[in-house]
């Protein structure tokens, strides 16, 4: 498994959750020369990219999440973080990351949110 993501559960809307995605088995240097992000797909719903993060750190963001949720990397820990705060209802899917763009497509954490 190159990528795996974890730290997703329930919450109530308002509330904060913190993913986390570990790169075991990858090279550093492999990660490092990637663009990270994180996916979500919400029930019914295409997949959609929600943020970026490059290896320098320039971030970026879907309108319908900018100001509630932070992506943030270690590149030294092959880490990749997403901080989602003031969650509402309409952020309930399940939560990937990848590189940007995709081509790990490994498996995901489900955040559900409740109102």
């Known amino acids: 498994v190159q990528l795996q993501a974890s730290g997703g559960g329930l919450v109530q809307a308002g509330g904060s959750l913190r993913l986390s995605c570990a790169a075991p088995?990858?090279?550093?240097?492999?990660?490092?020369?990637?663009?990270m992000g994180w996916y979500r797909q919400g029930p019914g719903k295409q997949r959609e990219l929600v943020a970026t993060?490059?290896?320098?750190?320039?971030?970026d963001y879907a309108d319908s999440v900018k100001g509630r949720f932070t992506i943030s990397r270690d590149n030294a820990k092959k880490r990749v973080y997403l901080q989602m705060n003031n969650l509402k209802p309409e952020d309930t899917a399940v939560y990937y990351c990848?590189?940007?763009?995709?081509?790990?497509w490994g498996q995901g954490t489900l955040v559900t949110v409740s109102s």
């Open positions: 990848d590189s940007d763009p995709q081509q790990f």
């Open positions: 088995t990858m090279i550093t240097s492999v990660f490092n020369s990637y663009i």
């Open positions: 993060i490059t290896k320098g750190g320039t971030t």
